[in-house]
């Protein structure tokens, strides 16, 4: 029994181990990714090693030791750990709040100790406890308003934590200005350490962020539209590519981006000028520009239910609304691409017009080829998954336009150089952009259809890229079957 | 000249304390404002005031006193600064972490201090401050995973901050335990006077809130949707309501809420069981509603772009459609209005079932009328908003099919009580939603048109409210023109 016993325990112990090895393994591999999603996370990390390291050797530099004292050296320490954010904007946000809050509270408390100093070993406890929970009160309810949580959330905190800290301690006759000035002085320079390293070691600007996740999802909703066309009428011929529903899904992480956006416009208020960013850099039309970003994207949305739907026949009537929502998916995902290049290069958007005229007067051309009356014997119901398609990208078409719209003012409120005339949306694979730098994308071209205005797409085999008739025959009837409810 | 100066600055200090005054009366407005919106507000912030109050009282207390110092006890004030959060849930959470992350990092901060001790003058603080930096970073790092980012950021920052303070307090030779065990007592007393009162002085419960939300956002989709029907198509007479417009663009704020419904169901796992919500409640549940009905809310929104555009003449298509759209829509939002009451009240749905059969039978109809081939001399163009609108409610009852399958995993989970038969939704009236509450919508009876399964409503005349031809006329023609993009 007892050898039984110590087998199993053993077997257990081993067990165990190989379970916490592959923990380990797993856990290793999943920060070596984190790592290389964004490898400034690492130089972040290190950042902050540093900073703490910065103030310890502080600490042990005799001077301020003796001034000091071990126990408010500690703020030091904290201040370094609380205010060092990611982003330079946030640290500098974090720092002032602290800064100021702890100035304010400490200035306060003193205050509150000289008006109560008078009142006997009963009065003084009692008001300034009565103090104490007055500020902590009404402070804790500022924190409820928006624009105070926005910016001066960790101020208000500091607040009253420093305010009710030094009237406490002054309860006990300690040497209360002393204490107040020794924090304020501690604080600021953990603050420092922060704000230099933070800025002088490879520095991570929120506004520089901000600006490129605008660009990004405005070219992720770019690609899916381009996207949309081959994919919803099956266009593209040969076996579907491997990126491909990446790319048509890229805009889903649009949906849900407001709170970055804001909060990186938010940290970007902090900054001072940095890199092609001047002075009072327009960040507020970046939220502009995000916010019509997502109506598209919640219009694209509505199109992908589309997506999945099978076709098989063909009709006159959904030649000419494929051909059409083709040009308009196509020509919007291209407009939106080269909004997002010249956000990105930061030149005044040029060529984009002519593509979103393309694709109005696509609009415009089916909208009077169905008025022209040819169509007698039709079955509304084949056509109608193909109509709400036509719809909707018509809808998005405005979309787009407005998109535009905000993005000139955002090029000319900013100053953005003007345009070459060479700019070509191919340059935008050369960026940063991860949902085109892969290199397969270059193995799935998509369908580019030139119109120009003067021969209207009326028929679809005078398209430079004429689908093959056997390959693109549809039938709308058996795309709305499959999304039969009953 | 002297005179006229003064009488100028006189004037100057009048006008600002004008507005010194006026913008205090806007703050006082304001903060009312905040308080009357959520009542718990104002408790939240005398709790905290409470909170700081008993730990100031305990500060004065000799023996705690005597026995840590006035500098340790500053943790105290910080714990409950820091640790106080508006539900009991995050405040359980962040104590939780605070004293799990102290006790950890004052341990191995201890360990620290006896492996260094031996190694001399320039050895120890070497090896120390690159013991600081290693786990500065690493612990930084491990910020970043988005699981540990959720649960146990705090933890991780209070790890680093102890860690670093007592490895570098350790240095000059302090009592290392004596100062780690204040601290570890300091804290916890500090984090057990945040929950006790947080708990016992009139609870705001995160998993309450979650619950309610989820309710409250369904309710707010099957609003949009039971009074699009109307305003789509005007069936309702007389002048428009003045809750119309809010009403319909309920829905607006689900599209946004991921955020906020992560969080609470983050902070309602560290909850015990309360009220009506045991142990292992199944909030995971509730997040996969929300999703469900952020994908609804994002069809509401395409139809939205539909809900402005002009409508003049009617067509027997036009009128078909219309029948359907109106009862498709109708009848979702009544389903959504139950399915909202069924979670409010903790009850499995049971009425549901039938609106959603009567509207998905509605799109049955349609598409059968549709494809009955007797539209001969139809103008496409013309139709072509109406059946947008058809083709996207359609998805809509999907989505309502998907929500209400969701829910009633959620009932089943959650093992709510079974319906009672009398349930109606218009005891939703009573609740606290909010959007719901006005007395005005009492006055804006919503069509409501009942239609048997046996008696398709393949002519609108019989159905119960059949809408005057003359008011309802409508021409499709306009209504596209009126969203033509050119």
């Avoid at 130089?43 to 000091?68: E, Q, R, T």
């Avoid at 301690?169 to 953990?190: P, Q």
């Avoid at 381009?226 to 890229?250: M, Q």
């Avoid at 191919?426 to 994308?441: A, T, Y």
Wanted: hydrophobic share 40%.
């Amino acid at each position: 029994m007892v050898v039984a016993s110590g087998s199993r325990d053993k077997t257990g112990f081993f067990t165990q181990g190989v379970k916490l090895k592959a923990t380990m393994v797993d856990m290793a591999r999943s920060m070596r990714k984190l790592g290389q999603e964004d490898p400034r996370r690492v130089v972040h990390s290190l950042k902050v090693g540093l900073a703490l390291i910065l103030v310890s050797a502080l600490y042990n530099y005799h001077p301020l030791y003796s001034n000091f004292g071990t126990n408010n050296t500690i703020w030091m320490v904290m201040t370094v750990v609380l205010v060092f954010e990611f982003s330079v904007g946030a640290t500098l946000g974090r720092g002032f709040n602290r800064g100021i809050a702890t100035l304010l509270a400490g200035g306060l408390a003193i205050g509150a100790h000289h008006l109560t100093k008078n009142l006997g070993r009963v009065g003084e406890p009692m008001v300034l406890g009565l103090l104490v929970f007055l500020q902590a009160s009404i402070s804790t309810f500022l924190r409820f308003f928006p624009k105070i949580k926005e910016s001066y959330d960790y101020g208000v905190l500091i607040f009253i934590m420093t305010f009710s800290f030094i009237s406490v301690s002054g309860l006990r006759g300690h040497v209360i200005f002393k204490l107040a000035w020794e924090r304020l002085c501690t604080v600021s320079i953990g603050g420092a350490a922060c704000v230099i390293v933070s800025i002088l070691v490879l520095p991570v600007w929120a506004g520089h962020d901000l600006h490129n996740l605008i660009a990004l999802n405005i070219e992720k909703l770019g690609n899916s539209l381009e996207g949309f066309g081959d994919e919803y009428f099956k266009t593209k011929g040969g076996e579907a590519c491997n990126d491909d529903k990446e790319i048509l899904e890229g805009y889903k992480s649009v949906l849900n981006s407001k709170k970055s956006e804001e909060s990186l416009a938010n940290f970007a208020a902090w900054e001072p000028p940095h890199g092609r960013f001047p002075f009072r850099h327009p960040w507020k039309l970046y939220l502009k520009v995000g916010t019509l970003a997502r109506e598209c994207a919640y219009r694209i949305e509505a199109l992908n239910g589309y997506l999945n739907a099978d076709m098989q026949e063909s009709s006159e009537v959904s030649n000419i609304i494929q051909e059409a929502c083709t040009i308009m998916s196509v020509e919007s995902g291209k407009a939106l691409k080269e909004l997002a290049l010249a956000i990105k290069i930061m030149v005044q958007p040029s060529s984009t017009d002519s593509h979103i005229d393309k694709a109005k007067s696509s609009a415009k051309n089916l909208k009077s080829l169905l008025k022209s009356g040819i169509w007698e014997d039709i079955d509304l119901l084949k056509v109608i998954a193909g109509v709400t398609v036509a719809s909707i990208l018509i809808d998005v078409v405005t979309c787009t336009e407005k998109i535009a719209e905000s993005i000139h003012e955002l090029a000319s409120t900013a100053q953005f150089k003007s345009a070459e005339p060479t700019l070509s949306p191919e340059k935008l694979h050369s960026g940063q952009m991860k949902c085109v730098k892969s290199p397969q994308i270059l193995n799935c071209p998509h369908v580019v259809i030139n119109v120009s205005e003067s021969t209207p797409p009326s028929s679809p085999s005078e398209s430079s890229s004429a689908p093959k008739a056997s390959k693109q025959r549809m039938d709308l009837y058996h795309l709305f079957l499959a999304q039969d409810i009953s």
